[in-house]
C-alpha cells in the first residue's frame, strides 16, 4: 500500500508539472508558431486511451521534456473523435476527425510535429519515452530531418546535426 501511495505523489506530481505547459487549439496555436517561429506540436489523444494518461504523466510531465517544449515549440492538442470540433489547415477547414485522418493518425497517443513555416515534418505514433522524446524534439528544433538526417544517425552522434560537431 506505502508502494502504491508512493507511486500515486510521484505520477501526481508528473502530471502537475505537465499541466503547465500552455496547450492551445490549434488555430491558434499554428498562427502563434509561424508568427513567432517556433515548430508545432500536435497531440493527438482521445479519452479512453491509456497510453495518452502515461505519455501525459510520463513524457510531458518530465521537467526536461516540459522545459524544452515551454521554451522552443508551440503545442497544441486535438480530441481526435471529436467530429464537432473544427479546425482550418492550409486553407481547408477540418473537424478534429478529418485532421486526424488527413495527417494519417491510425494510433493514440501520436504526436505530429510542423516546421517554423507551418509544413507537416512528421507523426510518431505510440507513446514516447521521455529521454527519447528529448531527443526528438531537439532532432526537429533544430532542423535535422531537413539535412536529410535519420532520427537513428541523430542518435547515434548523441544529438548532433553536424559531421563536424559529432560527439564521440
Same mark, same amino acid.
Given at each position: 500500500?506505502?508502494?502504491?501511495?508512493?507511486?500515486?505523489? &510521484?505520477?501526481?506530481?508528473?502530471?502537475?508539472?505537465?499541466?503547465?505547459?500552455?496547450?492551445?487549439?490549434f488555430?491558434?496555436?499554428?498562427?502563434?508558431?509561424?508568427?513567432?517561429?517556433?515548430?508545432?506540436?500536435?497531440?493527438?489523444?482521445?479519452?479512453?486511451?491509456?497510453?495518452?494518461?502515461?505519455?501525459?504523466?510520463?513524457?510531458?510531465?518530465?521537467p526536461?521534456?516540459?522545459?524544452?517544449?515551454?521554451?522552443?515549440?508551440?503545442?497544441?492538442?486535438?480530441?481526435?473523435?471529436d467530429?464537432?470540433?473544427?479546425?482550418?489547415?492550409?486553407?481547408a477547414t477540418?473537424?478534429? &476527425?478529418q485532421?486526424?485522418?488527413?495527417?494519417?493518425?491510425?494510433?493514440?497517443?501520436?504526436?505530429?510535429?510542423f516546421?517554423k513555416e507551418?509544413?507537416? &515534418?512528421?507523426?510518431?505514433?505510440?507513446?514516447?519515452?521521455?529521454?527519447?522524446?528529448?531527443y526528438?524534439?531537439?532532432y526537429?528544433?533544430?532542423g535535422?530531418?531537413?539535412?536529410?538526417?535519420s532520427?537513428?544517425?541523430?542518435?547515434r552522434?548523441?544529438?548532433?546535426?553536424d559531421?563536424?560537431?559529432?560527439k564521440?
Open positions: 500500500m506505502r508502494r502504491l501511495g508512493q507511486a500515486l505523489i &510521484v505520477l501526481l506530481a508528473a502530471s502537475a508539472h505537465g499541466a503547465d505547459l500552455q496547450w492551445l487549439p488555430d491558434e496555436a499554428y498562427s502563434q508558431a509561424i508568427s513567432e517561429g517556433k515548430p508545432l506540436l500536435v497531440d493527438f489523444y482521445t479519452d479512453w486511451c491509456h497510453w495518452c494518461k502515461v505519455m501525459d504523466a510520463k513524457t510531458f510531465g518530465d526536461e521534456v516540459a522545459k524544452t517544449l515551454a521554451g522552443d515549440f508551440v503545442l497544441c492538442r486535438i480530441h481526435a473523435e467530429g464537432k470540433a473544427s479546425l482550418r489547415y492550409r486553407d477540418y473537424s478534429n &476527425v485532421f486526424t485522418q488527413a495527417m494519417g493518425v491510425r494510433g493514440f497517443p501520436s504526436v505530429a510535429f516546421d507551418g509544413n507537416a &515534418v512528421t507523426v510518431v505514433p505510440g507513446y514516447i519515452e521521455a529521454q527519447t522524446f528529448i526528438m524534439l531537439s526537429v528544433r533544430d535535422c530531418y531537413a539535412r536529410q538526417m532520427f537513428q544517425e541523430f542518435m552522434r548523441k544529438g548532433e546535426c559531421e563536424e560537431g559529432a564521440d
